[in-house]
């Protein structure tokens, strides 16, 4: 049983230069996230889609677009990608719903992107 | 809005000593709470949670947590620390009501707070 899957988990881009994280998730849930940590603020949540269809933002969605290509994934693009922008991306996924909810969040390992 | 506290940047236990994790939360009305563990390059992983009943909760591996409702405080415990306890801990907040309105589960973290249990 996989989980949450990230894929790359390292990568080196150049400032400019644009990606895609892929995220994909096989229990079945409804919402996923996506999160960045850096040191000392611990995670931050980029955007989310609480079901199917649908895509928020959360608190630092600047410089990202996001992609719910169907229930099982969840892209995060950085079309020109920046220094400030090198961080740890973790994507997560949960249930939904009053009586299937159990309120936590599942993580992927982590994709680690640096800019130079 | 939704807001956690780790004041603690490190907790330092030796080992077989009782350790405490601090966290206190700002959240609307009834506060779903968790607290998550990561070790190194790895992802978060569930500790336990509080939701509603019993102010003590127990969870993985031997930790608990205390809800104080009064002091807004969720902090984590073990009796005996372990030196495979050493890593990076994370408390979390979110709202009730989000989580039941089908909002989703925007959880706001906390800094973390890295333990280091020693010899």
């Known amino acids: 049983n996989a989980g949450v899957t990230q894929t790359p988990k390292f990568q080196v881009l150049k400032t400019g230069q644009s990606m895609t994280l892929q995220c994909a998730q096989d229990?079945?849930?409804?919402?996923m996230y996506w999160y960045r940590q850096d040191p000392g603020m611990g995670l931050r949540l980029i955007y989310y889609?609480?079901?199917?269809?649908?895509?928020d933002k959360g608190e630092v969605p600047n410089g990202y677009n996001v992609s719910r290509l169907n229930k099982r994934e969840f892209s995060l693009r950085l079309e020109s990608a920046a220094p400030s922008q090198t961080s740890v991306y973790f994507c997560?996924?949960?249930?939904?719903?009053?009586?299937?909810?159990?309120?936590?969040?599942?993580f992927g390992e982590g994709s680690r992107l640096t800019v130079l | 809005a939704q807001s956690v506290a780790q004041p603690e940047d490190q907790v330092n236990v030796a080992e077989g000593n009782p350790l405490t994790v601090k966290c206190t939360y700002s959240v609307s009305g009834n506060p779903y709470l968790f607290w998550y563990v990561q070790y190194p390059n790895r992802g978060l992983q569930f500790l336990l949670k509080?939701?509603?009943?019993?102010?003590l909760v127990k969870g993985s591996y031997g930790f608990e947590a205390e809800f104080n409702k009064s002091q807004t405080s969720f902090h984590l415990k073990k009796p005996s620390a372990l030196v495979s306890d050493s890593a990076l801990y994370f408390c979390a907040v979110r709202d009730k009501i989000g989580i039941l309105t089908g909002g989703g589960n925007k959880l706001t973290f906390g800094t973390g707070t890295q333990l280091k249990v020693e010899l």
């Open positions: 997560a996924s949960s249930s939904q719903g009053y009586r299937t909810n159990t309120g936590e969040l599942f």
């Open positions: 889609s609480a079901s199917e269809g649908t895509t």
């Open positions: 229990m079945n849930h409804n919402s």
């Open positions: 509080y939701i509603t009943g019993d102010n």
